[in-house]
């Protein structure tokens, strides 16, 4: 299917890497993020074409990361990264100027989590933007900090900004140009762009759940180079960059920081991202197996047993492993946007269900097992004989 890149806008046939299939609750059908790699600048990112409107996600409509499940309290997990990234930048920033002068933008800040270090170390001003309403609530309420109700697209600056933060943001979004475009338009000259994305390069190196990577979120995979040429287009210049990892989710953070001097640069091609991707693609196919011969374990075991988790991984699994033809009479998720819903004609209902079950659960995420485990236990005094993993 021919389509343009979104970074070189060169019109082909991209090369295809892997398709990941979804079965999610409330579903029609099954959703699939077909990856490809731009056969010209080497750039991967998920074929726009094929993004169903069921399938993706509605940021404002889901209140997706200010939600009273997602951020009932500001995370302490999340805060860990967060001050890595930030000594980092302000090390930089600071040497620049003064800091305490400096006006600061975080472009889908959530609820203010990252910019309140800005403002803690007192830096000049200190504004967000999101598409969620309840974002500017929680920040005014938690840090006392101005957040604008708008998407990048729909944002009219009142003024320049000397630094804007896009903090996990870039690989969500569809149009990265002229994305990119804009905020170049919202920085002073020589303003400070501050990035941090996923890095490609790094996927899979600590392995905690197969395809991980692969959410119905992440639409671009970047990778140092790749971002260097779509920044490139619009006169940004790479000052620094710095890896690390994000123990939340194991993933791994590549943050980087571009200054606005004005001075375009060609695009050049990079193969390391394809590289990275179907190694990673290996990797995950290689646990998947494993899982796969747990799953049949259980289903020859037990009659019937439900399943806690309805997120992406058992999005994944229901649509590549024999969990689809498993006795699963219902799920249970803790996540109430997922209640009511059903998922292969299956009710998805809150965990207190099993307080009146005998069946056994199967756990559906490696992310929270061990807190799964442990309500399963206390809460609902579930044994270690009615508790299955789907670990080896
Ligand atoms: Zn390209």
């Known amino acids: 299917m021919q389509n343009k890149c979104p970074v070189c806008s060169i019109a082909q046939n991209p090369i295809h890497i892997y398709r990941q299939p979804f079965i999610a609750p409330g579903w029609e059908r099954v959703h699939y993020r077909d990856i490809v790699c731009c056969g010209w600048c080497g750039f991967v990112y998920v074929q726009r074409k094929r993004l169903s409107l069921e399938s993706q996600v509605d940021y404002v409509r889901e209140n997706k990361y200010s939600n009273q499940y997602v951020a009932s309290l500001p995370r302490p997990s999340i805060a860990e990264y967060h001050r890595a990234s930030f000594s980092f930048l302000h090390a930089y920033l600071s040497k620049f100027s003064n800091h305490r002068t400096m006006r600061v933008l975080d472009v889908g800040c959530s609820s203010g989590q990252f910019l309140s270090l800005f403002?803690?170390?007192?830096?000049?001003?200190?504004?967000?933007?999101?598409?969620?309403?309840?974002?500017?609530?929680?920040?005014?309420?938690?840090?006392?900090?101005?957040v604008y109700t708008a998407t990048i697209e729909q944002f009219a600056a009142r003024e320049k900004y000397d630094v804007i933060v896009l903090y996990s943001v870039l690989e969500h979004l569809q149009s990265l140009k002229s994305i990119v475009k804009k905020l170049a338009s919202m920085l002073v000259l020589n303003g400070m762009l501050f990035l941090s994305v996923p890095d490609t390069v790094r996927f899979g190196k600590t392995l905690i759940e197969p395809f991980m990577e692969i959410s119905l979120e992440h639409i671009n995979f970047f990778?140092?180079?790749?971002?260097?040429?779509?920044?490139?287009?619009?006169?940004?210049?790479?000052?620094?960059?710095?890896?690390?990892?994000?123990?939340?989710?194991?993933?791994?953070?590549?943050?980087?920081?571009?200054?606005?001097?004005?001075?375009?640069?060609?695009?050049?091609?990079?193969?390391?991202?394809?590289?990275?991707?179907?190694?990673?693609?290996?990797?995950?196919y290689r646990t998947l197996y494993s899982i796969e011969r747990v799953i049949q374990q259980h289903t020859r075991r037990h009659q019937q047993y439900v399943v806690w988790?309805?997120?992406?991984?058992?999005?994944?699994?229901?649509?590549?492993?024999?969990?689809?033809?498993?006795?699963?009479?219902?799920?249970?998720?803790?996540?109430?946007?997922?209640?009511?819903?059903?998922?292969?004609?299956?009710?998805?209902?809150?965990?207190?269900?099993?307080?009146?079950?005998?069946?056994?659960v199967l756990i559906g995420s490696?992310?929270?097992?061990?807190?799964?485990?442990?309500?399963?236990?206390?809460?609902?005094?579930?044994?270690?004989?009615?508790?299955?993993?789907?670990?080896?």
Not at 233 to 261: C, P
Not at 343 to 356: A, Q, Y
Not at 369 to 389: C, F, G, K, P, W
């Open 309 to 360: 988790g309805t997120g992406s991984l058992t999005a994944r699994l229901l649509a590549t492993t024999s969990l689809l033809r498993a006795p699963i009479p219902f799920f249970v998720d803790n996540n109430p946007a997922f209640h009511g819903k059903t998922l292969l004609g299956k009710p998805v209902h809150k965990p207190d269900r099993l307080s009146s079950c005998s069946m056994p």
């Open 223 to 284: 990778t140092e180079q790749s971002l260097s040429n779509l920044l490139g287009l619009y006169g940004f210049t790479h000052v620094a960059s710095f890896r690390h990892a994000s123990d939340t989710y194991g993933t791994m953070v590549l943050d980087t920081l571009w200054q606005n001097t004005g001075q375009k640069k060609r695009v050049l091609m990079c193969k390391d991202g394809i590289l990275a991707l179907q190694k990673y693609v290996g990797k995950s």
């Open 119 to 146: 403002k803690r170390r007192g830096y000049g001003l200190v504004h967000g933007v999101d598409p969620s309403p309840t974002s500017k609530v929680l920040a005014k309420k938690w840090w006392d900090i101005l």
């Open 366 to 392: 490696f992310l929270f097992e061990r807190d799964i485990r442990r309500v399963l236990q206390e809460e609902y005094r579930y044994t270690t004989d009615n508790i299955l993993s789907l670990r080896d």
